[in-house]
């Protein structure tokens, strides 16, 4: 059996790419874990990209993506 890997690199590389616009990599390239929990903006479409992450990507590794914690975040105040 092909790792998804191989099968879905296209598809892999377009998440990725999505991932590194939301978080303006090309100009920002660093983040600290308190600046992106702190971040609704990037915060939800990242979370909104998890379907399509578990689809095209192996995620066995991966327990964020595995078992996300499942929060109304477009609705959460802090």
């Not at 890997?5 to 303006?24: C, V």
């Not at 990037?42 to 499942?70: C, D, H, T, Y």
């Amino acid at each position: 059996m092909r790792l998804k890997s191989e099968l879905y690199k296209k598809e892999q590389d377009e998440i990725i790419e999505q991932i590194i616009k939301i978080l303006n990599l090309e100009n920002n390239n660093t983040y600290t874990l308190h600046e992106l929990d702190n971040n609704k903006e990037i915060q939800i479409p990242i979370m909104e990209l998890i379907p399509e992450i578990r689809k095209w990507f192996s995620f066995n590794g991966i327990k964020a993506v595995g078992e996300p914690i499942i929060l109304n975040y477009k609705t959460k105040r802090l």
